[in-house]
Nanobody, 115 residues
């Protein structure tokens, strides 16, 4: 079955960096675009970044552009989110998403940015 497993979240100070990973299995990863979303407490889930199946076409939410970088390794069935210059408002649960059928989600990884 389809599985998306996120990792790499944690507590970081403002200005710090984290690298999230999402390991995919159970589908032809290399043929699908992938996305990262996030959901902060009391807020709706929002799209953070998108990447095409071939690793091109990266797009970002305005709030993270210039600070976050999405990438993928199709040989490892993994998509990454490099997050630099983190701000307290980046605090959220980050989810990996694959556009399979009605959509497939990972369990999420918590990112907390706090002094």
């Amino acid at each position: 079955q389809v599985q998306l497993v996120e990792s790499g979240g944690g507590l970081v100070q403002p200005g710090g960096s984290l690298r999230l990973s999402c390991a995919a299995s159970g589908f032809a990863f290399r043929t699908f675009a992938m996305r990262w979303y996030r959901q902060a407490p009391g807020k709706e889930r929002e799209l953070v970044a998108h990447i095409n199946s071939d690793g091109g076409g990266a797009t970002y939410a305005r709030s993270v552009k210039g600070r976050f970088t999405i990438s993928r390794d199709n040989a490892k069935n993994t998509v990454y989110l490099q997050m630099n210059s983190l701000k307290p408002e980046d605090t959220a649960v980050y989810y990996c998403y694959a556009p399979l059928g009605s959509g497939s989600w990972g369990q999420g990884t918590q990112v907390t940015v706090s002094p």
